[in-house]
């Protein structure tokens, strides 16, 4: 059924990660009535320097709680004190690189850490219809297209890395809860997010990092992988509207209609950064092929028409563009990159099982 629904206290998790800092700056910033409780455990990935801004700007509307999602009694103090009207949850391992070095921690954080937090929402909320549960996940549940077609939201699941597997046992289990237990859920599906504060293990943030700093670019295999690459900030208003006016039990494909090979990635950041920090010789020349990612998916395209027909969204930056302000965001934040690594990562290649 299609109703509107309007959060008041919402519980974010993972809001000191990537996409997530940016939801919040954005909702907050979009609805003056809103209330968040941002709770992340601040692994390596999530970083409190990410929410400065956020925590000037909204301090008696943005509440930062360090914790796990795997708590339960933390959870159910948070459901309880704040009566939580929605959750958003982003809290994960996502890094498919790590997730060939250690998949247990995604399957600790990404499969149970969902399960707690969906129990946790289950006896908060008791039957209630007016409260929502938005779950935040990938394309990569739906495996690897060859050169044709496009994954929409009836594509059958058939993930390839521990990461995507883990994704996809967590989208089961919010469906399940929806149908067990009546739980009004709503989901999304979306394609590579770029734009300001992704940790730079990613690929984008870490070439324009190893460009900046003259460092040879590691392609992995031939660079013809690819991938449909979606602005941050468009996706954080897809999720929005999905959080809004999704129907209940739904699941909402969220794409950038931008495919684009690794190679061509890269060339076109070595020219962005080339226009903005001239240097003595073209970046490209620093692209290095290594060897393969084991498991490696060879291409990811969304059908995103659901969205758009239901929700009227669509993507509004161009990647170009996108591209351009994040090449100038990193030169700009070269503190906040030098933050959010120093004690834990060093640009090293990692998965390669
Ligand atoms: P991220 O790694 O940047 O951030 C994840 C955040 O979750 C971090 O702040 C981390 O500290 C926190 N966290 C991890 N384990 C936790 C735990 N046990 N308890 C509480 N907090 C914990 O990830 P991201 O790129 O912002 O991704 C957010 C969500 O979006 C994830 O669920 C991811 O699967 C999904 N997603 C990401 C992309 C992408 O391109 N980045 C694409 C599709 C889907
Ligand atoms: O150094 C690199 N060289 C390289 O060629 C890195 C880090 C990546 N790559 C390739 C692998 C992929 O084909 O670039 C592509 C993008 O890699 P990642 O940035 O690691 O993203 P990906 O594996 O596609 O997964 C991302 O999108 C879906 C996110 O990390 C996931 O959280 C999300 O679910």
Request: proline share 4%; charged share 25%; net charge negative.
């Amino acid at each position: 059924m299609s109703v509107v629904h309007h959060p008041r206290k919402m519980l974010v998790t993972g809001g000191a990660g990537f996409i997530g800092c940016n939801f919040v700056r954005q909702i907050l910033g979009e609805d003056p009535e809103l209330e968040i409780i941002n709770l992340d455990a601040l692994t390596y990935a999530g970083h409190r320097i990410s929410l400065e801004d956020v925590e000037n700007r909204h301090s008696s509307r943005h509440h930062f709680l360090q914790g796990d999602i795997r708590d339960r009694k933390l959870l159910a103090e948070i459901f309880e004190r704040h009566e939580i009207d929605t959750v958003v949850h982003f809290a994960a391992e996502s890094h498919v690189d790590r997730s060939i070095d250690g998949p247990l921690d995604f399957i600790e954080t990404n499969v149970m850490g969902t399960a707690q937090l969906l129990e946790a929402a289950r006896s908060a909320w008791k039957g209630r219809s007016d409260a929502r549960f938005h779950h935040v996940s990938t394309d990569e549940v739906f495996g690897s297209l060859d050169e044709n077609g496009f994954f929409t939201e009836e594509t059958p699941y058939d993930p390839s890395s521990p990461y995507s597997a883990s994704k996809a046992a967590s989208d089961h289990l919010v469906r399940a809860w929806a149908r067990t237990y009546g739980m009004n859920v709503t989901i999304s599906n979306c394609s590579n997010n770029y734009g300001p504060y992704q940790f730079p293990e990613k690929l984008i943030p870490l070439m324009i990092r190893n460009a900046v700093e003259g460092r040879p670019l590691p392609v992995y295999g031939d660079g013809s992988n690819v991938r449909d690459w979606l602005y941050v900030i468009d996706h954080c208003r897809a999720i929005a509207e999905v959080v809004r006016k999704g129907v209940s039990g739904r699941t909402y494909n969220i794409g950038g209609h931008n495919e684009m090979k690794n190679l061509e990635v890269v060339e076109i950041l070595c020219d962005t950064v080339d226009a903005l920090l001239p240097g003595e010789k073209p970046r490209r020349e620093l692209i290095t092929f290594v060897k393969d990612r084991p498991g490696h998916d060879q291409r990811y395209a969304i059908d995103a028409g659901r969205i758009d027909r239901e929700l009227g969204w669509t993507p509004s930056v161009d990647f170009e563009k996108g591209l351009r302000e994040t090449v100038r965001w990193y030169l700009d934040n070269e503190g906040w990159c030098r933050a959010v690594t120093e004690e834990n990562y060093g640009g090293e290649r990692l998965g390669q099982g």
